[in-house]
């Protein structure tokens, strides 16, 4: 099998966006034909050059040295794409993958944006093991791979709309969350889930750091009901590949009416509990931060306004400048979640 690493890749040979369009509906029109020609079992690479993008395969390095891979490799054979028009899908512009993959928070790995892409590469993903614990009936320690073989990944286009006014549009790979919390079943006192990600000093070097300002692990938890939500997604993937490391692998979270933050990444560790779980930022700094952290034009930061924000990438053409939506434009979706609620105080 053929993998390059990550960092091997020119950011010439990265798919353009039509071409990445393209080679969806193929993966689409592959998988539908697969069952009866047999098309699914192609390798992503063959797949890539029928559809006119010999390009590459493009996972990261940390798939390189695992043997298991051809499961993983399975997975992605078949991918279920999102509904034209749907719930879980966007016509805008998706940020292309170059930006995606290295202008990143994942504090783990450092500050600055370009750090996650530069110290994650070697970061080790597999075997991986996910503890569900708390407030349920099955309680268990998974092997990630045991929890993913039954499991229909979906790819899903939703915008992510950082605190600090940016925002992409990413095509994730993955499944619901309400997929894994039923499989859990939490019993009648879970009323919220807590998600942690790794604690591992020697590969994430800020956990080391004086200067880092998380208390680690980072943190994050959810209402039972919005975890619940269709929205709500385990991403295992991005444009149809495997997830970087800087971006959150081998899975992370997505909530895409809600800030950023709240979408914790690397998760080792899913809790239930019956009372409010604690969270990175809202530890750090409660009165800029809250645990509801909904995406809200209408309540700024104490240090700055909310309501604009920049679609990246820049360009020279297009300062990317627009208006941040309610709920970050999914408030017909998710609105219901806070009827009754004052969401200037449940910030
Ligand atoms: N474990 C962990 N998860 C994290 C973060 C982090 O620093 N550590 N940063 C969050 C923030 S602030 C954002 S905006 C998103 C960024 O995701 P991306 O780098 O994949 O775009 O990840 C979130 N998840
Ligand atoms: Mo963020």
Redesign the pocket.
Same mark, same amino acid.
């Given at each position: 099998m053929l993998i390059k690493r990550a960092s091997d890749i020119k950011s010439s040979e990265i798919t353009p966006e039509s071409v990445y369009r393209s080679r969806r509906e193929f993966m689409k029109s592959a998988a539908a034909l697969g069952g009866a020609a047999g098309i699914s079992s192609l390798l992503p690479g063959l797949a890539m050059a029928a559809s006119g993008d010999g390009l590459r395969a493009r996972a990261p390095a940390n798939m390189q040295r695992s043997a298991p891979a051809a499961w993983w490799e399975d997975k992605f054979q078949n991918i279920e794409a999102a509904e034209r028009g749907g719930a879980f899908w966007t016509n805008e512009a998706l940020t292309p993958y170059q930006d995606?993959v290295t #202008? *990143?928070? !994942? #504090? @783990?790995f450092g500050m600055d944006k370009g750090d996650?892409s530069r110290y994650a590469q070697e970061f080790e993903v597999d075997p991986w093991s996910i503890e569900i614990a708390g407030e349920c009936d099955n309680p268990a320690t998974y092997h990630l791979e045991d929890f993913l073989k039954p499991q229909q990944l979906e790819e899903r286009i939703y915008r &992510?709309r950082?605190? @600090?006014r940016w925002s992409?549009v990413?095509p994730w790979v993955g499944f619901p969350l309400a997929d894994l919390i039923k499989k859990a079943q939490p019993n009648s006192k879970a009323k919220y889930v807590a998600f942690e990600?790794l604690l591992d000093p020697d590969q994430m070097p800020a956990q080391n750091s004086r200067f880092a300002i998380?208390d680690w692990?980072?943190r @994050?938890g959810l209402r039972m009901d919005e975890a619940m939500h269709p929205l709500a997604f385990l991403a295992v993937g &991005?444009y149809g590949d495997y997830l970087p490391p800087? *971006? /959150?692998a081998p899975i992370? &979270?997505v909530v895409p009416w809600k800030? /950023? !933050?709240? $979408?914790?990444? $690397?998760i080792v560790r899913i809790r239930f509990t019956e009372t409010e779980p604690q969270t990175?930022?809202n530890m750090l700094q409660p009165q800029e931060y809250g645990f509801y952290a909904n995406v809200n034009p209408n309540v700024h930061h104490p240090r700055w306004r909310q309501d604009m924000e920049t679609r990246l990438p820049r360009t020279l053409f297009s300062s990317g400048r627009q208006e941040t939506l309610m709920f970050n434009g999914y408030g017909d979706q998710v609105g219901h979640l806070y009827e009754g609620m004052d969401l200037a105080r449940n910030f």
């Open positions: 995606v #202008y *990143n928070n !994942f #504090y @783990e996650p &992510l950082c605190v @600090e992409m990413i990600t998380i692990p980072y @994050e &991005l800087q *971006n /959150g992370r &979270l800030y /950023g !933050f709240k $979408s914790i990444k $690397s990175a930022w």
